[in-house]
């Protein structure tokens, strides 16, 4: 049964930071791409970053770019969200994301809430 955990999320000042994390069991993570979404309220759900399945290649949001990093750690079977440089628009929620097949629906953590608020 795949299982993601996301934490790392709460409340921080405009500039601030925070690092999401992701623990991912159930499944072989080492050969499958990971991404962060997130939702903002009355927003559709956005993809925000993706790590290939060796962290050699990586994608990002335009609006994140240069301000956010995906990384990914095979011995934790975890994968990172530094986030630098915080503003009020990243406010959402933010989800872990998995798609183990091309057949099926991707598998979604809980979600963990990030507020960007003075």
């Known amino acids: 049964q795949v299982q993601l955990v996301e934490s790392g999320g709460g409340l921080v000042q405009p500039g601030g930071s925070l690092r999401l994390s992701c623990a991912a069991s159930?499944?072989?993570?080492?050969?499958?791409?990971m991404s962060w979404y997130r939702q903002a309220p009355g927003m559709e759900r956005e993809l925000v970053a993706g790590?290939?399945?060796?962290?050699?290649?990586?994608n990002y949001a335009d609006s994140v770019k240069g301000r956010f990093t995906i990384s990914r750690d095979g011995a934790k079977n975890t994968v990172y969200l530094q986030m630098n440089s915080l503003k009020p628009e990243d406010t959402a929620v933010y989800y872990c994301?998995?798609?183990?097949?091309?057949?099926?629906?991707?598998?979604w953590g809980q979600g963990t809430q990030v507020t960007v608020s003075s």
């Open positions: 994301s998995v798609k183990l097949h091309i057949w099926s629906p991707p598998n």
């Open positions: 790590i290939n399945n060796i962290g050699g290649s990586t």
């Open positions: 159930g499944f072989a993570f080492s050969p499958y791409s």
